[in-house]
């Protein structure tokens, strides 16, 4: 009997935790998963390494390895940046290369600079998307000269 009273504790504690950890692994993610190590990998052609001392930086790009958006609208909600240590202006553009369409362009992003908020240029129905982020890049100066931009592909998931 007392070893029941023993049992029955340990086996609803150990159930809470294998509960937990399946919930944490299978749990939805976030609606972007910005991914901060995949930047230094998606380094813009033709720019230095700011992994060097003493060298030029170079344009910080934003990897994302998918994006997640709701279907049937075109308000969505998706974390677009330009980060801080760039000495750039980014115009950010979703291109789907199955269908040779850009379905959104940011207007452009100064350094620092973040929005959550975008409107698409139409409705996505539920799916798998291979889709294509475009970084444009201009001088943050007077003369905006463009300067060398980006690609990175990933998946959007529409649901």
Not at 14 to 21: K, L, S
Not at 145 to 154: F, S, T
Request: proline share 6%; glycine share 8%; charged share 25%.
């Amino acid at each position: 009997m007392k070893k029941r009273k023993i049992l029955i504790p340990a086996g609803i504690a150990a159930g809470i935790v294998i509960g937990a950890v399946i919930w944490q692994g299978t749990r939805p993610g976030e609606v972007t998963n910005f991914n901060k190590s995949f930047e230094a990998e998606q380094q813009a052609p033709g720019e230095e390494s700011t992994q060097s001392a003493g060298a030029a930086a170079g344009i910080q790009i934003p990897g994302y390895k998918s994006i997640t958006i709701p279907a049937g609208t075109k308000d969505v909600s998706v974390e677009l940046m330009n980060p801080e240590e760039n000495k750039v202006y980014f115009e950010i553009s979703f291109y789907l290369p199955e269908t040779d369409e850009t379905i959104y362009t940011s207007d452009l992003l100064r350094p620092g600079q973040h929005i959550y908020d975008i409107t698409l240029d139409r409705e996505m129905e539920a799916g798998e998307y291979p889709l294509t982020v475009r970084y444009a890049t201009y001088s943050a100066d007077e003369e905006m000269q463009p300067r060398n931009g980006a690609e990175v592909n990933c998946t959007l998931i529409v649901e």
